[in-house]
């Protein structure tokens, strides 16, 4: 939380292309007894993303991810009646998510004319493209960065925060330019990404999973909550990240095991 000073309360740990292309990914899970999939911009909705509290972090949200139904069999409970898997966030994630996939700035189509452009240009071209595809109304622009805020508030980004979060990555620049190379959607808004969501030297990333399991039992019959969390912090600036020691670590005792 002490590195959290960016609009996006987020910062990245691996690869932006990774975090955005995640997003994409349609969501499969159990809730109550019934089987759900929801694709993958409709997981970003109001109606769709849950929130939560963790003690010690304060409100969070959290959106699908991908597919959770395996997960019965990997951990040997096939009568579960909901599984269900998703990834914390920040408040205000989800919103811009959202915006950022309906309105087309995730497209993996190739368009070599997106390079050179500068990013207030870019986006009028994208949301040209999702009036194009109904996604957006059609509206005549001028050159100004207050036009493309017209253009963006009127293709529905009119919450105040989302709406600052396109400006402050960039997305309304008429200087910055799509680098070379950056030839889809999605590389020219990773390019932004890249640049302003850096942790700053020393910084500490963070860590944050929940796990709740609600138990019934049948005899005697009774309900049962189990919560469990781990919340790690990175030791920078002398060792090693949370990301790379929560994902590597585990795998290292396993192989260890495996060994001996």
Not at 83 to 112: N, V
Not at 141 to 169: C, I, M, P, S, Y
Not at 225 to 249: E, H, N
């Amino acid at each position: 939380p002490s590195a959290n000073n960016n609009p996006f309360g987020y910062k990245l740990s691996w690869s932006p292309r990774g975090v955005l292309l995640a997003g994409r990914n349609n969501a499969l899970f159990l809730e109550q007894g019934q089987r759900r999939e929801v694709r993958g911009i409709d997981m970003y909705t109001s109606a769709e993303r849950r929130h939560d509290t963790v003690e010690g972090i304060g409100e969070l949200e959290w959106y699908y991810n991908r597919d959770s139904i395996k997960y019965a069999d990997i951990y040997s409970i096939p009568e579960v009646q909901t599984i269900i898997r998703g990834t914390f966030r920040f408040p205000g994630w989800c919103e811009f998510m959202y915006h950022f996939a309906k309105l087309g700035f995730s497209s993996l189509d190739q368009d070599a004319s997106l390079v050179g452009k500068t990013y207030a240009d870019f986006t009028k071209t994208i949301l040209a493209r999702a009036a194009a595809n109904g996604d957006a109304p059609e509206l005549k622009t001028n050159d100004d960065d207050d036009d493309v805020k017209a253009l963006l508030q009127a293709a529905g980004v009119v919450e105040k925060d989302a709406l600052h979060r396109f400006e402050w990555l960039g997305l309304l620049s008429d200087s910055d330019k799509v680098p070379d190379g950056a030839d889809t959607p999605l590389d020219a808004v990773c390019h932004l990404f890249e640049r302003k969501l850096q942790y700053a030297e020393g910084e500490k990333d963070m860590i944050v999973m929940k796990h709740t399991f609600d138990i019934m039992y049948d005899s005697p019959a009774k309900r049962e909550r189990r919560v469990s969390k781990l919340i790690d912090f990175g030791q920078q600036p002398d060792g090693f990240s949370s990301m790379s020691r929560t994902v590597s670590l585990p795998a290292a005792c396993a192989v260890r095991a495996i060994l001996d």
